[in-house]
């Protein structure tokens, strides 16, 4: 027997979460299905950024992000010649800060508006395999050893960077790496280091930050364009990047978890193939510079949700989901582009360039005509 649905999604990460949401909130129905058999544990995406939160306020669930997550007001900037302080109080919105929550925790609290919304995420589901067929699209599922057939209207994969749903869509994923690799560690520190404030050291080895999710808990990232980094790290190894990086105040106590990772620029060539759609990962990735990945990918379920709802209450037609795509690939494009040129100022080892971001970034940083329009740009309000 085939089960006959509206919108099929694939993926309950924090974009197919948010898709799900949204069509249940706008009345449509959907399934959310998810290849493994529990809600992620780890941390991975930390930033929500302004202009999310003011889409979060509209969809209902701000308050709920504002109570859970620590606020960054600011980061410094420090090269071993100068250190600046940029502030976010000039963001145009009542959310001028930076939210900083672990991605499970972000998934928790997505998940939770999806359930009290009437919506379910199925996990232990993995996409087999999926063709169009008239009217829509129909997808093999694999659980518990059997494939049950499921034929939907729509399909989105949000199934990240190695998507299913791409592949299956055959939609190119084309782009590069970046030269050398780069760490993340989420620790407990003792650090005089505010708890609201992030920090970006940059040096001859590469970029240190740490950002803080409370007041001794924070998320180091190391990238090194010239090195290839241990695939995790121990204490001793962190604390001697801090010290080279000349984060004096701050002492590693225990090293909670750690994972080494190539930095990737790529771009899917379309978001759209027939009746099938791709949002977040599965579209963009990009250095983790800026914070910018799960946000964009927010944005892209927020506008798709909004479409497929208008289409399917038979208020639009359905060529208002050629928009999607034309909207929404800009901006990645123009994301990707942005944070190229950030990774590559941070991190590129030219000594010629090493010797720039040292001498003339802070500077720059500090000049409040060049780091607001920056800023506007990152916190996704411009």
Not at 181 to 208: F, I, K, M, S
Not at 254 to 274: D, K, T
Not at 316 to 327: G, V
Request: net charge positive; hydrophobic share 45%; aromatic share 6%.
């Amino acid at each position: 027997m085939i089960a006959e649905i509206e919108t099929l999604v694939v993926g309950a990460g924090p974009v197919g979460l948010f898709l799900a949401a949204e069509l249940h909130r706008r009345g449509r129905s959907c399934v959310l299905l998810e290849r493994s058999n529990a809600p992620s544990t780890h941390s991975k995406a930390l930033a929500v950024m302004p202009g999310t939160m003011e889409m979060f306020e509209r969809t209902g669930i701000a308050q709920a992000f504002v109570a859970a997550a620590n606020r960054i007001d600011g980061v410094r900037f420090t090269t071993p010649r100068r250190s600046v302080y940029v502030p976010f109080a000039g963001i145009p919105s009542a959310y001028n800060y930076v939210s900083i929550l672990p991605q499970w925790k972000t998934q928790a609290l997505l998940e939770a508006r999806l359930r009290e919304l009437g919506g379910e995420v199925l996990y232990d589901r993995a996409l087999v395999s999926l063709i169009p067929v008239i009217g829509g699209v129909e997808a093999r599922i694999e659980h518990a050893g059997d494939v049950l057939t499921m034929r939907a209207r729509y399909l989105v994969g949000c199934d990240g960077i190695a998507s299913t749903v791409r592949e299956q869509a055959g939609i190119d994923f084309q782009g590069r790496s970046y030269p050398g690799t780069a760490l993340l560690a989420d620790v407990l520190v003792d650090t005089d280091v505010p708890v609201n404030e992030a920090r970006v050291h940059v040096n001859a080895r590469g970029v240190v930050t740490m950002f803080p999710m409370d007041e001794h808990l924070r998320r180091i990232v190391v990238i090194a364009a010239r090195e290839v980094l241990p695939q995790s790290a121990r204490l001793e190894w962190l604390e001697e990047r801090l010290r080279d990086a000349r984060y004096r105040e701050t002492r590693v106590v225990e090293v909670l978890w750690s994972n080494a990772f190539r930095v990737h620029r790529r771009i899917a060539s379309a978001m759209r193939c027939g009746n099938v759609f791709l949002a977040g990962d599965s579209v963009h990735t990009h250095s983790p510079v800026g914070g910018q990945g799960m946000n964009i990918g927010l944005h892209d379920a927020y506008s798709l949700g909004e479409k497929l709802a208008r289409v399917l209450d038979g208020k639009a037609p359905a060529s208002l989901l050629d928009a999607y795509e034309r909207e929404r690939l800009t901006v990645a494009r123009s994301v990707l582009r942005r944070t190229d040129v950030l990774t590559r100022a941070l991190a590129h080892p030219n000594p010629l360039l090493r010797l720039t971001r040292e001498r003339i970034a802070p500077v720059l940083a500090g000049m409040p005509a060049i780091y607001r329009r920056m800023i506007r740009q990152l916190s996704l309000t411009a």
